[in-house]
C-alpha cells in the first residue's frame, strides 16, 4: 500500500488533502510535516503521523521523510505575508525545494510527486509570485521523479479563516465567471484537494518524456472535471478503484 508525505498541510488547500488522503483509504500512512498539528478526527485517524517541524532547519529532520512513495506540496505564502520579497523566496521557493530534495533522497523509489502550483505560473514572468512558481516548477521537474502531476488553479475558493482580502474579491467575481467559462476561473479548495488526491490513483495519460518520467499539468477546469469523478473512489468501503490500468 502506498504512503503520502505532505508539506502545506495546514493551509486552505492542504489540511483537505491531508483529510482526503485518509478517507480514501488507500495510504497506509500519512505523514504532516508543519510548524502545528492538525486536528483531525475521521476515518482512518490512525494512520496520521504529525511532525513539528522548523523549515529553516529542515535538514534536522531527515528521518521523518523516509519511507514515502507519494508527496504533495501544498506550500505557498505571498509577499504581504512573507514580509519581503526576499523572505517570501526564501519560504515559498527554498522552503519547498529543501524539503523535495530531502524527500527524493531519502526515497529514492518514490512514486509519485504532486505539487500545487499557481495559474499563470512562468519562470520567465515579471510578476515575483508568477515567477517563483514557475520557478518551483522547473526545479521539481529536474529532479526527475518517475511522474510529476502540476497543478495550476485559478482562484482559491472557499479558503475559510486562510483567506486572502484580494483574493476574496477575485473570489467573487470567479464565482460567475466560472459559469461563463466552463469552471476555468476558480475553484473551492475542496474540490481542488480531492482532485490532488484522485490523481494518485488513475494513471497518467501523458506520454513519457524520453527518460522515461512523466510531467504533466492540469489547469483549473482539468482539476474540478476530475474532482468531479465519482468512478475513482467506492464510497460505500472507501477504497480506492484503479480507473484505468492500461499502462
Do not use: W
Not at 39 to 57: A, S
Amino acid at each position: 500500500m502506498s504512503s503520502a508525505l505532505v508539506i502545506g498541510s495546514t493551509g486552505a488547500t492542504g489540511i483537505h488533502v491531508i483529510e482526503e488522503l485518509l478517507k480514501c483509504g488507500s495510504f497506509e500512512k500519512v505523514t504532516s510535516l508543519a510548524r502545528r498539528e492538525i486536528d483531525y478526527q475521521g476515518p482512518n485517524k490512525e494512520r496520521l503521523v504529525q511532525y513539528i517541524v522548523d523549515f529553516e532547519n529542515i535538514e534536522n529532520y531527515k528521518d521523518n521523510f523516509k519511507g514515502h512513495s507519494h508527496m504533495f506540496s501544498c506550500f505557498g505564502t505571498t509577499r504581504k505575508q512573507a514580509g519581503s520579497a526576499e523572505n517570501f523566496i526564501k519560504i515559498d521557493h527554498d522552503y519547498v525545494i529543501n524539503a523535495t530534495k530531502i524527500f527524493k533522497e531519502q526515497n529514492p523509489n518514490a512514486k509519485h510527486f504532486i505539487l500545487l502550483s499557481s495559474s499563470g505560473a512562468n519562470s520567465g514572468s515579471p510578476f515575483l509570485y508568477m515567477k517563483t512558481k514557475g520557478i518551483i516548477e522547473d526545479d521539481i521537474k529536474e529532479m526527475k521523479f518517475p511522474r510529476l502531476s502540476i497543478f495550476k488553479p485559478g482562484s482559491l475558493l472557499g479558503r475559510g479563516h486562510d483567506s486572502r482580502m484580494l483574493e476574496n474579491v477575485g473570489c467573487f467575481f470567479a464565482k460567475g465567471l466560472n459559469v461563463i467559462t466552463s469552471d476555468r476561473a476558480g475553484i473551492p479548495v475542496i474540490m481542488l484537494a480531492k482532485a490532488l488526491v484522485y490523481v494518485t490513483q488513475i494513471t497518467s495519460e501523458t506520454k513519457p518524456e524520453e527518460d522515461g518520467t512523466i510531467v504533466e499539468v492540469f489547469n483549473n477546469k482539468q482539476a474540478y472535471e476530475l474532482a468531479k469523478r465519482t468512478d475513482i473512489f467506492d464510497s460505500k468501503n472507501n477504497n480506492a478503484v484503479k480507473v484505468d490500468e492500461s499502462n
